[in-house]
């Protein structure tokens, strides 16, 4: 075959998920091995996803790490652990000689990786990077094994996004972290009635990145330490019965409870930690109000480090309660953009429930909803002309 011409490389994408049993707290910050289990649901990648292109070539003169279009350090330690450990598996498979028609592990690799959406909205975007980041390493060196592990070097969360549907992060009890791994609980063909609508309500950075915040939660918090000892071992059962049985109450009831149980810990944090806003605290109580109209649980939210309300619901709910929530937040401006994602059809509200559940509209606090769903894991991107490197090994220039 002749010599390689220009540089071998694979794209793949990878999705943002949310906790409803959440993760707060490492028990070694440098392998990222938390202090309990955690579960997720995946969202779906045609709204939320992360593409990234990983490619190596003999005539890279150095690692090089480009995100949405802009050069930044590729030196960061989570990148470079990352780095380490699939390029480590791939030496290990290789049984440490060099296999003629691989990849060599010594070709430097440009990277480029881009959000389809704002990084500015708050919506955790590192579980989706790193997740996608170790998802196009794999490939470009050929590795087939289950990489959580590898994800989770990057951040904690990532382990989670390395699957779709219904995903466990289990803590793990050895000390090297070989045990602390994601699994799928169930696909997202699961529960097909389940939709999830992420009401953005700031664009603004948060106030205590997670990885700071959670080590002074783990550091001063009794709460936190209740939490991960007696609370979560109980709950995560209780949760996978819920998704198990396809249960929306049961479900709904301890997604809201885990969300406040940790913003409970946060505010036991000393210094406290305050990621909920008005505007939070607001959705919360129109959630409940919503709710106790209906007289059970319809609307369950939940919020990570920042202000977003991601809310679950049944399909048959959505259209309501997003009127419910425009007639709440009426949109300030580009009222016509306030609901994207997938299509959301018309309700009609009665006086009942409007006296019942819009009570002092705030205009404006809310920017817009993105409707989504359920859904699956990293996925290989096979069209070329995918690729966000182009045969220089520079990102190509964006639309
Ligand atoms: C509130 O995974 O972002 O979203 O492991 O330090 O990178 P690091 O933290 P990160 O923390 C996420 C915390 C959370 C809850 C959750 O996703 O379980």
Not at 9 to 20: K, R
Not at 138 to 157: I, K, W
Not at 270 to 289: E, G, K, Q, W
Not at 338 to 366: I, K
């Amino acid at each position: 075959m002749a010599a390689e011409r220009g540089p071998v490389m694979a794209t793949c994408t990878a999705p943002v998920n949310i906790a409803v049993i959440k993760y707060w707290g490492k028990r070694d910050t440098d392998l990222i091995l938390p202090i309990n289990s955690s579960l997720s649901v995946t969202l779906h990648q045609d709204q939320l996803k992360t593409t990234t292109t990983a490619a190596a070539s003999r005539d890279f003169t150095e690692d090089r790490l480009w995100l949405n279009g802009k050069e930044v350090d590729v030196g960061h330690p989570r990148v470079q652990a990352c780095l380490r450990e699939v390029r480590r598996l791939a030496r290990k498979r290789r049984g440490g000689g060099e296999d003629a028609a691989a990849l060599s592990l010594s070709y430097k690799i440009h990277i480029a990786s881009e959000n389809n959406f704002p990084t500015a909205a708050g919506l955790a975007s590192s579980a989706a990077g790193y997740a996608c980041l170790v998802s196009a390493l794999a490939r470009l060196y050929g590795l087939q094994e289950e990489l959580s592990e590898v994800a989770r070097r990057g951040s904690g969360s990532a382990c989670r996004s390395m699957f779709g549907g219904f995903v466990q992060w289990q803590r793990g009890e050895r000390p090297d972290g070989t045990d602390s791994l994601a699994l799928q609980v169930a696909p997202e063909t699961h529960w097909p009635e389940l939709r999830v609508l992420v009401l953005v309500v700031s664009g603004e950075k948060k106030p205590v990145g997670s990885t700071a915040g959670m080590q002074t939660s783990v550091e001063t918090s009794p709460l936190l330490k209740h939490r991960a000892e007696v609370v979560v071992p109980e709950r995560l059962a209780q949760m996978m019965r819920h998704i198990r049985d396809r249960d929306f109450e049961g479900f709904g009831q301890l997604a809201m409870r885990d969300s406040n149980q940790f913003h409970a810990t946060c505010l036991d944090t000393f210094p406290p930690i305050f990621y909920l806003t008005d505007v939070s605290r607001r959705i919360i109580a129109l959630a409940h109000r919503y709710n106790a109209h209906h007289g059970h649980t319809k609307v369950a939210y939940s919020f990570d480090a920042g202000p977003n309300a991601v809310i679950f619901a049944l399909a048959d709910t959505v259209a309501e309660f997003v009127e419910v929530v425009r007639r709440s937040f009426p949109p300030a401006t580009n009222g016509d953009q306030f609901v994207r994602g997938l299509p959301v059809g018309s309700a009609v509200l009665s006086q009942e429930l409007v006296g019942a559940v819009v009570t002092e509209p705030v205009p404006g606090a809310v920017q817009y909803i993105l409707h989504t769903q359920p859904g699956p894991g990293p996925q290989l991107v096979d069209d070329p002309s995918q690729h966000l490197l182009g045969a220089d090994g520079l990102p190509r220039s964006r639309a």
